[in-house]
């Protein structure tokens, strides 16, 4: 014991210095990705937020001035990195975009959905239209939306008027259709894009015809499980899947063929 006093009061010794150097060289070089990244998820939270008042901005003019409305001041809506924020509008609905955040659904960010969403709910389905209080995934809807926009999926931009999250920890999907399954009757068919993701066979897109049923608890719709590949998307390669624009081409051509209740729908994009 005293000898070791003894050798601390003479300070360290340079193999001791090095260890430091050593070890605060690698919590520095661990520390920089993890900022970063941080850094980069905050600059995408603030361009939403931007792009989200602009498209208030937008909307509110527009309301009251029954169709004209004013020229924003596109200074006041930045993207923090440097992207190219645009807008336009098509009968009264305005579409908001920035050349860098806008349509991140892609290849590289798509299997994370499992480590936001799909661990946490595994073996449910969370619905866009849960909102009764008597469905019990209700209440997981907030947190699936948050977790959507966290991972920079634009529901606006995938023209997502009705989506449903579901599936286990074998395989996961997200599907969503541009038809407001709120305002069709019960049993009608829609067009749905499925992204599915599991173990076996990675990620792939395909187009869908799948059902609308009356929700737990009755008063509300949902999309129902799944009915038939259209032709086109089933014979599409297994490379042409897993690209969502090629998807989304096939999607849109698709429906640009089809009516409900005698009205066109929608195509993405
Ligand atoms: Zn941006």
Not at 158 to 167: E, I, M, P
Not at 194 to 209: C, E, I, P
Not at 237 to 259: F, M
Request: hydrophobic share 35%; net charge neutral.
């Amino acid at each position: 014991m005293r000898r070791i006093i003894d050798k601390n009061e003479k300070g360290f010794t340079l193999a001791e210095l090095l260890i430091v150097v050593a070890i605060i060289a690698v919590l520095v070089a661990v520390s920089i990705p993890i900022f970063t990244s941080q850094l980069e998820k905050a600059r995408a939270a603030t361009c939403m937020a931007n792009r989200r008042a602009l498209y208030g901005e937008l909307s509110a003019s527009y309301m009251t001035d029954e169709g004209n409305y004013k020229k924003p001041d596109l200074d006041k809506y930045t993207c923090p990195s440097k992207g190219n924020i645009t807008y336009s509008e098509k009968d009264g609905i305005f579409t908001v975009e920035c050349s860098v955040h806008t349509k991140k659904w892609n290849d590289n960010t798509v299997p994370d959905l499992y480590d936001l969403i799909f661990k946490d709910y595994v073996g449910s389905t969370v619905d866009s239209t849960a909102v009764k209080n008597n469905n019990t995934n209700a209440d997981k809807l907030e947190a699936v939306k948050k977790a959507l926009a966290e991972k920079g999926i634009d529901l606006d931009a995938l023209g997502a008027a009705s989506w449903r999250v579901t599936g286990d920890a074998g395989a996961q999907r997200f599907e969503w259709s541009t038809v407001d399954i709120s305002k069709v009757k019960v049993g009608q068919t829609i067009p749905v894009i499925r992204y599915r993701f599991d173990g076996t066979y990675g990620k792939m897109y395909s187009v869908w015809l799948y059902t609308v049923g009356e929700g737990v608890g009755g008063g509300y719709n949902v999309i129902k499980t799944q009915g038939k590949e259209i032709p086109a998307s089933a014979s599409a390669s297994a490379a042409d899947k897993e690209s969502i624009d090629n998807i989304i081409e096939i999607y849109n051509k698709y429906v640009s063929t089809q009516k409900i209740d005698n009205e066109p729908i929608p195509t993405i994009g």
